[in-house]
């Protein structure tokens, strides 16, 4: 059966770190960009960053640009999203998103609807 799972959130400070992971399984990982999404308290899901299906380019939402960074082992099947410098502002529940394409930029372009993982929660607090 094919499914993600998202895991590594946790409760940190501002200006802390984090690493989340998402491990894939059942699909051909490696033939599809990922993405990260985020759902902020009361807010809609916000498509923040996307990994072409050969880990060589990143696109992100202006607003995490320098702060956060996205990268993809396919040897493992797994994606990951570095979160530094993290702000209030970044308490969410973070998902991984498969693409139908090769490549994605937004939303629409970077979520085929597939195999929705619990995600994993980050709040940022002092």
């Known amino acids: 059966q094919a499914e993600v799972q998202e895991s590594g959130g946790g409760s940190v400070q501002p200006g802390g770190s984090l690493r989340l992971s998402c491990t894939a399984s059942g699909f051909a990982f490696s033939d599809y960009a990922m993405s990260w999404f985020r759902q902020a308290p009361g807010k809609g899901l916000e498509w923040i960053s996307s990994i072409n299906s050969r880990g060589d380019n990143k696109k992100y939402v202006d607003s995490v640009k320098g702060r956060l960074s996205i990268s993809r082992d396919n040897a493992k099947n797994t994606l990951y999203l570095q979160l530094n410098g993290l702000e209030s502002e970044d308490t969410a529940m973070y998902y991984c998103?498969?693409?139908?394409?090769?490549?994605?930029?937004?939303?629409?372009?970077?979520?085929?609807?597939?195999?929705r993982g619990q995600g994993t929660q980050v709040t940022v607090s002092s």
């Open positions: 998103r498969k693409s139908r394409f090769k490549d994605c930029y937004g939303a629409a372009a970077c979520d085929d609807g597939t195999y």
